[in-house]
Nanobody, 120 residues
Framework: QVLLVESGGGLVQAGGSLRLSCAGS????????MGWYRQPPGKQRELVAR???????HYADSVKGRFTISRDNAKNTVYLQMNMLKLEDTAVYFC??????????????WGQGTQVTVST
């Protein structure tokens, strides 16, 4: 099993910055992909960014140039640096780990979520 614990959410003014952290523990392999999703009020959960162990990244178009995802493989921790925050970035942010195990197949693990609120 995998446990993901997020931290770093909060209230910030538009244009400001926040840094989210997600520490993973349990059966985490070097091939696992870690990432961040978010769920705005009344909307579906959406991908924000993901990163492989090797450092390959993918971002949603809406956050490119403003958000940066990084990963500390030794600590099984993934970070999301969010700059130039906009009102529309307000959401609950979830850490995700996507794994594939022989004999089990793909699995997704989720953190409990952390609220990010951007105000005027």
């Amino acid at each position: 099993q995998v446990l993901l614990v997020e931290s770093g959410g909060g209230l910030v003014q538009a244009g400001g910055s926040l840094r989210l952290s997600c520490a993973g523990s349990g059966s985490i392999f070097s091939s696992d992909v870690m990432g961040w999703y978010r769920q705005p009020p009344g909307k579906q959960r959406e991908l924000v960014a993901r990163i492989t162990t090797g450092g390959s990244t993918h971002y949603a178009d809406s956050v490119k140039g403003r958000f940066t995802i990084s990963r500390d493989n030794a600590k099984n921790t993934v970070y999301l640096q969010m700059n130039m925050l906009k009102l529309e970035d307000t959401a609950v942010y979830f850490c995700n780990l996507h794994s594939f195990r022989a004999g089990v197949g793909p699995s997704d693990y989720w953190g409990q979520g952390t609220q990010v609120t951007v105000s005027t």
